[in-house]
């Protein structure tokens, strides 16, 4: 039977992890099976830029970590070796786990919680899919745009057509200059001189 000595540590373990993943948006649970050195360091110094936490805890100190956090259903996914990502970004763990999943064949999302809910393998997968704020904020943008950005392609099309078929340009207007010219024509031109007086 463990001394009190190794109980309390683990005990003091165990609040500490809760204090540290207390309060995040999102935590992905992956298995960390198959990841190379030069993979792993790769995979962590990405998470860290995202601002992603990345660690892999013992299943039975997973299960007490997120039991005091107040969240229950996750048995299924502590089993087996099991790294948590957590941020206050609700996309970026998902979003960086599912990529290094996809292509590091062992290497596996087991689910989630996401928003304080949690959440399937499938749930944390379509997270993933969603553009970062940045790019959504772009889409969005292009998309108010879009309806004048095809109005200025179709007029500058139809004037190109035009032009193609040899029709020409309409005289110029006259200038400000040479209406204003005509219409202060001196007066004398236009009314008999006066007779001088005797």
Do not use: C, H
Not at 8 to 26: F, I, N
Not at 79 to 106: F, Q
Not at 149 to 154: D, F, Q, S, V
Request: hydrophobic letters at 45%; proline letters at 6%; zero cysteines.
């Amino acid at each position: 039977m463990p001394s009190e000595k190794i109980l309390a540590a683990k005990q003091q373990r165990v609040e500490d992890l809760s204090s540290a993943l207390k309060g995040a948006t999102t935590y992905v649970f992956v298995a960390t099976r198959g990841l190379t050195v030069a993979q792993d360091t790769e995979m962590r110094a990405e998470l860290r830029k995202a601002g992603v936490k990345f660690e892999v805890i013992k299943n039975t100190t997973l299960r007490r970590v997120f039991a005091e956090l107040g969240y229950e259903g996750l048995d299924d996914v502590f089993k087996g070796p099991t790294a948590v990502g957590y941020s206050d970004d609700i996309i970026a763990p998902a979003k960086i786990l599912a990529k290094y999943s996809e292509d590091i064949e062992p290497m596996e999302i087991k689910g989630g919680i996401i928003d304080g809910k949690v959440a399937s393998v499938d749930e944390v997968i379509a997270l993933s899919k969603v553009p970062d704020p940045t790019t959504l904020q772009t889409q969005v943008a292009y998309s108010l745009l879009f309806p004048f950005t095809k109005l200025a392609m179709l007029v500058k099309a139809v004037a190109e057509k035009k032009q193609e078929e040899g029709g020409e340009a309409p005289a110029a207007a006259p200038a400000a200059e040479e209406v204003k010219a005509e219409a202060e024509a001196p007066a004398e031109a236009a009314a008999p001189a006066e007779t001088p007086a005797e």
